[in-house]
């Protein structure tokens, strides 16, 4: 399957392309003539979607993309504002939504006969795209920004992908290892890049499942360069055209306010997003000043009707401790802005307290240890002390 086309114009082109000519990001021409649920195979995880996918799962570790779980957590139902489920996406073999994509580029890649893969990245999608490429037998090339943590490059080195840190401007870094990808023959899964994007739209496709025969009130994820929304938006357009569901949820995706693009351009009524002077955070690997397909987001957001919402520090903050505390998962910062933005949505009226809304967990991220400010202080007491300690906690 090469045909792509651009949602806001129309337009096709083949592989390689990923962007159409009037500027805007390709998705892969794939919308079925006829889907039920009664379509789906008893296949592992995300490959359940072998009618709506164009590549059969590789198998190794992609056989375990997919097929999370969708967790209904009433003891946060007070704290968000709603009745919450939660979608959790560190279910995935590297702990990330990132492995859909992935393992669908490396089934791609095995089935054109390259050899390697590559992607540009700083985290979780560098660590999925490597530990896939791993268990198939592919090379991969992972381009990472210059001022990477050490802790992250250990983490990816792992696989054992070519492991290069760039200097220059990393916004212009994607749009190069496409051109050179292209020239070198390496497919590069970068975050919007249209396979990776139809691997990502199986969060949806799993989650109104789960629902049918009804759809939730609202679904409600982080966004970055706008590659997963695009994915989670363009699986419901399709199940609506084939009837699998009566109508689209509202979907509204979760910003840092430090770096907060696609959240800016929807509060001001702009029709495309534009690029920010992000602020640091510590959702970090949502951080994207320029989200390759921010404008797509933002198009989605408005004609489900929903929306995009900047949420602070503070507020990210709580929501993961929510989560922790009250659903006994731990999450990434990034993940937790999905659950601090349903909060702010119920807190203005915009979800009502019986709205059944899926915050998508995106990961649990990868591995590292927090931030000094971030450490729980534990305090020490004397054996003799405990039980009057433990009494009084």
Known sequence: ??????????????????????????????????????????????????????????????????GTPLLRLPRLDEFAGVRLHLKDEGSN???????????????????????????????????????????????????????IPESRIALISQYGPTLLRVRGNYAELYDRSLELGAELGIPFYNS??????????????ELCEAFAPEVPDA???????????????????????????DRVPRLYFAQAAACAPIAEA?????EGVSPVEGGETVAYSIANADPPS?????????????????????????????IAESGGLSVESASATSLAAIRRLAADGELDADDDVVAVATGRGISESPPASEKASVDRVGIDELGERLAAR
């Open 219 to 245: 679904i409600v994820l982080p966004v970055s360069s706008g590659g997963h929304a695009s994915g989670v938006w363009k699986a419901l357009r399709e199940l609506e055209a084939v009837g699998a569901i």
């Open 266 to 270: 929807f509060a001001a009524g702009d």
């Open 93 to 147: 073999p590297t702990g990330s939504f990132k492995d859909r994509g992935s393992a669908l580029g490396v089934a791609a890649a095995l089935e054109s006969g390259a050899d390697t893969v590559g992607t540009v990245s700083h985290g979780n999608m560098a660590m999925s795209t490597a530990a896939n490429a791993a268990s198939a037998g592919l090379d991969c090339v992972v381009l990472v920004p210059d001022d």
């Open 1 to 66: 399957m090469t045909e792509r086309t651009c949602y806001a114009c129309g337009a096709t082109a083949d592989a390689p392309a990923t962007h159409c000519d009037c500027g805007e990001p390709l998705w892969l021409d794939s919308d079925p003539l006829d889907f039920d649920w009664n379509a789906v195979v008893d296949d592992p995880g995300m490959w359940r979607y072998a009618e709506l996918l164009p590549f059969e799962s590789p198998g190794g570790v992609a056989d375990a993309a997919g």
């Open 294 to 322: 921010g404008t797509r987001a933002l198009t989605a957001a408005r004609e489900t009707s929903g929306g995009v919402v900047a949420v602070s520090d503070d507020e990210i903050r709580a929501a993961r401790r929510a």
């Open 192 to 205: 919007d890049v249209p396979l990776r994007v139809e691997g990502q739209k199986t969060t949806a496709l």
